[in-house]
């Protein structure tokens, strides 16, 4: 069928969703949120309006009272969830679903890994290596109840100018992040969670966060093939089973309308050869809200052509608002039908796969440090001998930030408290004054800094914290490039 199901698994989910009412087909292509840490409450919500699951947010994320995920609290949240999918005799597992990118968007940290921000993937240059993270990452999402995770990022960044995706894009090279996104979202799949290609047809190229207001992308269609479209023509041809439209409203298709509520944008989606479920953007995000209030997107995009509605801003308005769309004809009933019949037909496939065994929270601790070995990148200052002497200072970036320099420092032999002074670079920061410059985030404030020295990092995890300090001590080499520009410095842009 081009997208991972067989024809079983769409004459079932046929046969599953002819038997529905319009109630029960309204609740199949809704995924929404709930707020706080009252799983049973939302259950009773997703049985009540027969939602395909639900997505787990950072405030619906149980805590221990040391600041980590209660991985056992959670786990239970996430089985209530799936029992409730389930409650009307439904054959499938319902869609509990989760944002963990790595790097800024993570809403699972400690004890689950943590890993760099998805840029090291380019900077690293390496599909294996990027297939092998995807597949530990979701193994441990697995472990605690999550079938979907949406990720990865496939848009190409421009460069500073782009305020939203910055370091969640993998490369500023739509052929890097194609094939690297491919094996990261094809190692997710392998580990029985279920990936979506996000934003289409591309946020890094836009100069507006569409969680608060509407981008614009000017491109031509061709423009847009040549780069923008390139991760998601690649995601589509290796069969991956979800894409994820945004709120960005193209030109060359549809003007003033976005992505993800606009027909003219699916047919385009629909063109490249995907067959999978198209999921828009969270509908509760400024772009949407402020054009569509009172969850009228949710059967617009239904009508446009998507399959599943994420995160309206009330699940009771939109599906009330679907319902009701049917009825008066403004939402054909057979595109409901069409876009149900998918969403079933993904799970039922999921429901029959055999994937990789779930893994421990922290497993991939070893994986998620090599990832920063091999992506951490030298802009200036010495490749194959010690960046600094036996005692730094530290400054910038969190608190915690430098706490795991320090602690990273340690097991290297280096002291903390005189010396050169290395300034940590956070995620927004502004160029430094320094003797060693780090960026932990995007690599473009090292283009302004003023220092002898300079390392992009691209990510904050105490295991990116002991790969810095391997190369700063001198102890181990920095591979990896630049997989964007900065400044004058091309892409590729490394040690030799």
Excluded at 57 to 63: A, L, Y
Excluded at 298 to 323: E, F, K, R, T
Excluded at 442 to 469: M, N, T
Aim: glycine residues 12%; neutral net charge.
């Amino acid at each position: 069928m081009g997208w991972g199901p067989d024809q079983r698994d769409a004459d079932a989910a046929g046969r599953a969703v002819a038997a529905m009412t319009l109630e029960q087909k309204a609740g199949q292509v809704l995924l929404p949120f709930f707020t706080g840490l009252d799983a049973e409450a939302h259950a009773r919500t997703v049985e009540r309006l027969h939602l395909a699951g639900s997505i787990i947010m950072g405030d619906n994320v149980p805590g221990t009272p040391d600041g980590q995920v209660d991985t056992a609290a959670m786990r239970a949240a996430t089985d209530r969830l799936q029992r409730a999918a389930r409650a009307d005799g439904r054959g499938w597992p319902g869609l509990v679903g989760v944002d963990q990118e790595g790097g800024t968007v993570a809403r699972l940290r400690a004890p689950l890994t943590e890993w760099p921000a998805p840029m090291s993937y380019g900077a690293a240059g390496n599909g294996p290596l990027a297939a092998d993270a995807g597949r530990a990452m979701s193994a441990e999402l697995a472990g605690v109840g999550f079938n979907v995770d949406f990720g990865p990022t496939a848009d190409v960044t421009m460069g500073p100018a782009d305020p939203t995706i910055g370091a969640r894009s993998i490369s500023g090279s739509a052929d890097t992040a194609a094939a690297v996104g491919t094996a990261f979202a094809k190692g997710m799949l392998n580990a029985g969670v279920v990936p979506a290609a996000k934003h289409f047809p591309g946020h890094g190229s836009v100069t507006v966060n569409s969680h608060e207001g509407l981008p614009v992308q000017g491109a031509s269609l061709e423009q847009l093939r040549a780069k923008d479209l390139k991760p998601f023509q690649a995601a589509i041809d290796a069969g991956l089973p979800m894409v994820m439209t945004g709120h960005i409203a193209v030109k060359a298709l549809q003007p003033g309308v976005p992505a993800s509520v606009s027909p003219a944008s699916y047919a385009e989606l629909r063109r490249m050869g995907f067959k999978g479920v198209a999921v828009t953007d969270a509908l509760n995000m400024g772009a949407i809200v402020q054009q569509y209030p009172n969850d009228a997107a949710a059967p617009l995009a239904l009508a446009a052509g998507a399959d599943l509605v994420l995160m309206p801003a009330s699940v009771d308005a939109a599906h009330a608002a679907i319902v009701n769309a049917v009825r008066t004809g403004t939402l054909p009933a057979a595109r409901l039908n069409e876009a149900a019949q998918r969403v079933a037909t993904m799970q039922l496939w999921r429901g029959r796969s055999q994937p990789a065994p779930a893994r421990a929270p922290g497993s991939g601790s070893a994986l998620s440090e090599q990832v920063s070995q091999q992506a951490i990148t030298v802009l200036a200052g010495p490749c194959n001998r010690p960046i600094i002497p036996a005692s730094v200072r530290v400054s910038g970036g969190s608190e915690q930030d430098r706490a795991r320099f320090a602690a990273a420092a340690r097991r290297a032999g280096i002291g903390i408290g005189a010396g050169p002074l290395v300034t940590l670079i956070g995620y927004g920061g502004s160029p430094a004054t320094a003797d060693v410059a780090v960026s932990l985030d995007a690599p473009w404030p090292l283009e302004k800094s003023v220092a002898p020295a300079k390392i992009a990092l691209y990510g904050r995890s105490q295991e990116a914290f002991d790969a810095l300090l391997g190369v700063l001590a001198g102890a181990a080499a920095a591979p990896g490039k630049l997989p964007v520009a900065v400044g004058t410095q091309a892409p590729g842009t490394g040690c030799p």
